[in-house]
């Protein structure tokens, strides 16, 4: 029952693989900041997208099976930080701390 509810464990099709795009933004991810000024222009010029949108797209793009078999180690790294900005938002929201120490 936890392959059905956690994408993390459902087998990926040896036949489905990422679209060029789709590697290019975990491409882009892995070393964008080697590039030259701030990350939403280069988004801008190299993949012709807001950074909304390509933040909308790259959401989406680490929850697919096929990501995480591409690249393991950097989607497990986004999916950590996206949860943590989850929680922090969350907790704010909540009027909770979690920087208090125990």
């Known amino acids: 029952?936890?392959?059905?509810?956690?994408?993390?464990?459902?087998?990926v099709d040896p036949t489905e693989t990422l679209s060029e795009r789709d590697s290019d933004i975990l491409a882009f991810e892995r070393?964008?900041?080697?590039f030259a000024g701030a990350k939403e222009q280069a988004i801008r010029e190299r993949f012709e997208l807001s950074a909304t949108r390509y933040y909308q797209v790259l959401n989406a793009l680490i929850d697919k099976p096929e990501a995480l078999?591409?690249?393991?180690?950097l989607v497990k790294r986004l999916r950590r930080l996206r949860a943590n900005r989850q929680r922090e938002r969350s907790?704010?929201?909540?009027?909770?701390d979690l920087n208090i120490d125990a």
């Open 1 to 11: 029952m936890v392959a059905a509810t956690n994408p993390e464990h459902q087998p």
């Open 31 to 34: 070393h964008w900041w080697k």
């Open 91 to 96: 907790a704010r929201r909540l009027g909770i």
């Open 69 to 73: 078999a591409h690249d393991p180690l």
